[in-house]
């Protein structure tokens, strides 16, 4: 595996080809705002708010990957504007009540709001009508809260694997359908890793929420990122 | 340019308050009628969401008592889950749930007390107005709005100590709670920094009891008198018919003390209550169906509670039940402005049981949670500050709400205030064809006297949104007022 040189911010990092931009900066301690995008998950650049200046173009840090002498910057006034404005387009798009969300405190759209100071969307609201799909023994879904990032399609099936989650329609009716016949004898551990793989609160695990007290939640001491940023302080 | 808007029900929780008061052709009063706008959208809004977030989502329904509705809720749940009712949940479950009762109880009393209803004492019912509000309490008896200050605080703290935070916490899980009390937390309450410590709330409770009771002294017209009726009491009393505001079995008493409500166990409240609607109010009836509708209308709240319960099982508290009780012989109390006195007694039983709460190592360690086989259906009952309030849920097979009905004491109170709001209107009305500021504020004494939530917008500057119109024989309007 060849070894190629990218600068992040100024500095230069050494890297393996074939590495995505976010996750190299990730490994060295510079936090870049993701969503759709996880770790050991195939990345698809979906929502965009790892969007990154490469090379003088406004890219996705999540599904670039490294080549050398490539020049990354990861934060500007300008990238901070486009990422707040997706945050306010996705609060926008759904119904994300976040008082009364279980997920309140340790979601990742929620996180990122406070992180970019979103007070108020910008955009009118929405208000779509969607449902609930409980019907699963074990999860649910809240369609009200679904950012369609696929995270859940990507990790929890994918290649070789039966597909528990799809997307069901297309355009502005796109859904994520769970097949109730292959999900249905899900166990608990099954469930859990369903839940966690959803950013936000569209997933959850039945019969179990705000068992976190408040001020234990993952992002009630500190901002989204902050975990990246601590470790990069240390290099 | 200006424009009038007009706040619709949909928009407005328990919002506005509204009297009309229908005069005969001598210009006496002939008929008054308290109208509430209140919401009841809430039981539509639960419907599909799962059931474990009823206690998180049900407490928006005010920002006043919503740690009575989010307890309530919770109660129900226990039963849904199958942890039963009250004893069901582990000692450090039920023992922190009381505690954030309790301090609920304590601080929401104290607001009503000092900040709403004490004007009205201090500077009288027909008082300057320029005078007669929190704010004048503040600038001519600086220590009363003190300690009023520091006693709601504590309340507070610990209502952000169990529930996680002072407004609309998530402390009460199904089945129990989320958390246990900190040893640093326990110590802050126990023993903090005067006055922030349980000691000290013990004894300004007994300093609002005695300014209280001088007063009475002094102005047993208005204290005995004023919008006096008798009538029903309906509370939640312990088996052995001690106080108990969180859990217990449902007690009415009748005017003369007689049981018209056999301690029943609250699952199965639907076969003894009811509620009737009637066309010009959008908040209901409830009543006993024993005795129908139109006698079996109750009181609930502070007052009912002391004509319910046998005993207060605190000493301290207990001494001032005696006094409270003597007064009437042992006969259940209908004086309406007693309902001050009753609340100023249960702010003493709440500090007292918070006392012994916190000494309580239950709270530091042990189970938060328990469940059994799941049900179907629950119902949740407690005295929340204002009193009884019924939360009771129906679940279908995937886990999600199908049916909630919520009974708020606001609504079991609707006709005693509408009775208050009457005998209020005839003393301070009859002959007059004008309304004074002193005829609108006795009004507004005797719905205050409840505490109803109608006031949760304006709670803290004193002030409930009020509009009362005059109607001569014919029903013309010949005076309005609003604030
Ligand atoms: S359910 Fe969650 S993980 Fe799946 S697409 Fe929606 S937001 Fe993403
Ligand atoms: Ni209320």
């Known amino acids: ?235 | 340019m200006s424009r009038k808007i007009t706040i619709e029900p949909v928009t407005r929780v328990e919002g506005h308050g509204k009297v009309t008061i229908q005069l005969d052709d001598n210009n006496q009063v002939a008929q008054s009628r308290l109208h509430i706008v209140e919401f009841r959208g809430f039981e539509r809004f639960v419907q599909g969401r799962p059931y474990w977030e009823a206690p998180v989502l049900v407490q928006r329904l005010c920002g006043i008592c919503p740690v009575s509705h989010h307890l309530a809720a919770a109660k129900a749940l226990d039963v849904i889950v199958g942890a039963g009712t009250g004893h069901g949940l582990t000692p450090t479950g039920e023992k922190m749930r009381r505690l954030m009762h309790y301090g609920q109880i304590f601080q929401s009393h104290v607001l009503h007390f000092f900040h709403l209803a004490s004007p009205d004492l201090l500077f009288g019912i027909d008082g300057d107005p320029a005078l007669r509000n929190v704010i004048g309490v503040a600038l001519q008896h600086k220590e009363l709005a003190v300690q009023a200050v520091m006693m709601r605080k504590y309340g507070q703290e610990i209502i952000k100590a169990t529930a996680g935070k002072k407004v609309h916490g998530t402390g009460a899980i199904p089945g129990g709670i989320n958390k246990h009390l900190t040893a640093a937390e326990k110590d802050f309450f126990l023993n903090g920094a005067d006055p922030m410590n349980i000691d000290k709330m013990i004894d300004w409770c007994h300093g609002a009891l005695d300014f209280f009771k001088g007063y009475h002294a002094q102005n047993k017209d208005l204290i005995d008198k004023f919008a006096a009726h008798p009538s029903n009491h309906v509370s939640l009393v312990r088996k052995d018919g001690a106080m108990d505001l969180y859990h217990g079995v449902l007690r009415g008493v009748d005017a003369n003390g007689n049981k018209i409500l056999n301690d029943v166990d609250c699952q199965t409240y639907l076969d003894h209550f009811d509620e009737e609607v009637k066309s010009w109010s959008y908040m209901k009836f409830p009543y006993l169906k024993s005795l129908g509708k139109e006698k079996g209308w109750y009181r609930v709240g502070p007052l009912a509670r002391m004509n319910t319960a046998d005993f207060i099982p605190t000493p301290l508290a207990q001494k001032e039940f005696e006094i409270f009780k003597a007064y009437t012989n042992g006969k259940p109390n209908g004086m309406t402005m007693h309902q001050h006195w009753a609340r100023l007694i249960e702010i003493l039983h709440s500090a007292e049981m918070m006392k012994e709460l916190l000494n309580d190592p239950d709270l530091m360690s042990g189970e938060l949670t328990t469940k059994g086989t799941k049900q179907k259906e629950g119902v949740g009952i407690l005295e929340a500050p204002r009193g009884t309030l019924f939360h009771h849920y129906r679940i279908d097979d995937n886990d999600q709400i199908e049916m909630a009905n919520l009974i708020v004491s606001t609504t079991s109170n609707n006709k005693p205030m509408n009775k208050g709001v009457n005998l209020a209107a005839k003393q301070f009305m009859n002959g007059q064809t004008e309304i004074t500021e002193g005829m609108m504020n006795a009004v507004e004494v005797a719905i205050r006297a409840y505490d109803p939530c109608l006031s949760c917008a304006t709670h803290a500057l004193g002030k409930m949104p009020l509009e009362i119109k005059l109607l001569d024989a014919n029903g013309k309007l010949i005076d309005k007022m609003d604030k």
């Open chain 1, 1 to 235: 595996m060849s070894m190629v040189i990218i600068t992040i911010n100024g500095k230069e990092f050494s890297a393996k080809t074939g590495e995505m931009v976010v996750d190299v900066a990730r490994k060295n301690g510079i936090y870049i705002p993701t969503l759709c995008n996880m770790e050991g998950v195939i990345p698809q650049g979906s929502c965009r708010i790892c969007t990154c200046l490469i090379d003088g173009r406004t890219m996705a840090a999540c599904t670039t990957p490294v080549s050398h002498r490539m020049n990354v910057e990861t934060n500007n006034a300008e990238l901070e504007k486009i990422r707040t404005t997706i945050v306010e387009l996705l609060f926008a798009e759904g119904n994300h009540y976040c008082p009364t969300c279980e997920r309140s405190g340790n979601c990742d759209l929620q996180a990122l709001a406070y992180r970019f100071n979103v007070l108020v969307s910008q955009f009118k609201q929405i208000f779509p009508t969607r449902n609930v799909d409980a019907k699963n023994p074990k999860i649910l879904i809240d369609h009200n809260r679904c950012i369609q990032c696929k995270r859940c399609i990507r990790r929890m099936g994918g290649s070789g694997k039966p597909a528990w989650f799809s997307f069901k329609d297309r355009g502005h009716k796109v859904k994520v359908n769970i097949d109730h016949e292959l999900t249905a004898d899900f166990t608990d551990e099954m469930a859990q890793k369903a839940m966690d793989t959803c950013p936000v609160g569209a997933i959850l695990k039945k019969e179990k929420g705000f068992d976190v007290p408040i001020g234990r939640r993952k992002y009630d001491t500190e901002p989204i990122g902050t975990e990246i940023e601590k470790e990069g302080a240390k290099l």
